[in-house]
């Protein structure tokens, strides 16, 4: 059994995620002191070193949040992109980069992103360019990570979960259950891989 930080898990990829972590000892972390065990903001560096020493001994940090802007390219401010980019993007890099000091030896992180930087729609474009940069980030990053460390990241499609938020948004899709998704979350923590984006699309 690992200890496994999941950043999240109150959200509808969180509640995925555990699906298919639920051997392990979840300890859960996020913006709401009262809705999680520990209370973390991925944009400040300092809020994730407290979380890390906060909890002691960990195997792995499966994250499942990050705060995206939606607006048609032209009318996006620069203040809409860094919301994104510091969330979303520098959130999940901070993620890795201060908690590679903090993780057990062979640990593992796993990131979010999402289909949308392969299957474009209207008004996403921060989010699609932050996905593709976390994608990339994983690739590369996995062969400079110490002391056995893994780190991958799950690009899925739109939940079934929460096809009456977006689908709206994202006609023609097809929306996959949380249960699949977590799934390749439970790969990214459980297996053996590392630098890889492990898409789950239908």
Not at 59 to 83: H, I, L, P, R
């Amino acid at each position: 059994m690992k200890t496994i930080i999941l950043i999240g898990a109150n959200g509808k990829m969180g509640q995925a995620a555990l699906t298919g972590l639920g051997k392990h000892k979840i300890i859960t972390a996020g913006r709401s002191a009262d809705s999680y065990d520990f209370q973390v903001d991925i944009t400040s560096e300092a809020s994730l070193r407290k979380l890390y020493e906060d909890v002691g001994h960990f195997d792995a940090v499966v994250n499942t949040v990050g705060v995206c802007e939606y607006a048609n390219f032209t009318k996006m401010t620069e203040e809409q992109w860094m919301s994104t980019i510091l969330s979303k993007m520098m959130g999940q890099i901070n993620i890795v980069r201060i908690g590679q000091e903090y993780i057990a030896d062979k640990g593992s992180f796993t990131l979010i992103t999402g289909i949308l930087n392969t299957k474009p729609i209207p008004f996403a474009i921060a989010d699609a360019t932050t996905s593709g940069a976390i994608d990339t980030f994983v690739k590369c990053v996995a062969f400079e990570m110490p002391r056995g460390i893994r780190v991958n990241s799950i690009n899925p499609t739109v939940l079934e979960e929460a096809w009456d938020v977006y689908g709206e948004m994202m006609p023609g899709f097809e929306p996959v259950p949380g249960k699949l998704v977590g799934k390749a979350f439970e790969r990214s923590v459980d297996g053996f891989i590392t630098g890889q984006v492990i898409f789950v699309d239908a």
